[in-house]
């Protein structure tokens, strides 16, 4: 099974880096201060003192470099995670989504192959189960695999959002229309599978 090279990891991982942005710290977000998609959280357990001060705090976050964001993704998601040993139709969006969600990225893929009729435990790591799994229902359903993936993130997102009310500025714009979640999702998805905006509209309408 092929495997990205560290070029087009970095290009990858560069992507990411651009959709998450600059610093924010969003107190309804449990990330808490972010960067460019790292998270003090992140920081702290790599242990990113960068003002040398003795703690990782938001200060150390707002120093983050570009190329130290995409280091950290490459090192300790990409390569340290497992993403690497996933079919090469996946690895982009669940390294896209792992950024974003963590763990759950996975468990979305492993609860994918479980609909798919594979046994596969929703236990958020890339183990050795999970990676014959995955080579498996690529061989099976290589066509559709990264789009039902994308899908399911979607689905994970609107779940996320009905849940929690706070969260649904990332799903929704203020205009009304799809949030930063919903059209990343929609990024790794072929483009018939993008909800029109009146399927938006009525996926959203229970929400206030």
């Not at 498996?136 to 290589?142: G, T």
């Amino acid at each position: 099974m092929p495997e990205v090279e560290n070029e087009d990891v970095r290009a990858l991982a560069a992507e990411i880096v651009q959709r998450e942005g600059g610093y924010v710290n969003d107190p309804s977000d449990p990330g808490g201060a972010t960067k460019f998609g790292v998270t003090i959280h992140t920081m702290r357990r790599l242990g990113l003192d960068l003002n040398g001060d003795g703690s990782v705090t938001s200060a150390d976050v707002k120093r983050l470099s570009q190329t130290q964001a995409i280091d950290i993704f490459m090192l300790h998601y990409f390569d340290k995670l497992g993403i690497a040993k996933l079919p090469q139709v996946l690895q982009a969006s669940v390294f896209d989504m792992y950024v974003n969600a963590g763990s759950n990225a996975v468990k979305i893929l492993q609860r994918l192959f479980v609909k798919m009729g594979f046994e596969c435990a929703a236990d958020g790591a890339i183990g050795p189960q999970t990676i014959a799994v995955a080579v498996r229902a690529n061989e099976a359903a290589r066509a559709y695999l990264s789009d039902a993936y994308a899908i399911e993130r979607r689905n994970y997102y609107f779940r996320l959002a009905d849940k929690r009310s706070t969260s649904r500025k990332y799903a929704r714009t203020r205009a009304g229309g799809k949030g930063g979640w919903i059209t990343r999702a929609e990024s790794f998805m072929s483009a018939k599978y993008h909800l029109s905006t009146e399927q938006f509209q009525q996926r959203i309408a229970k929400w206030a």
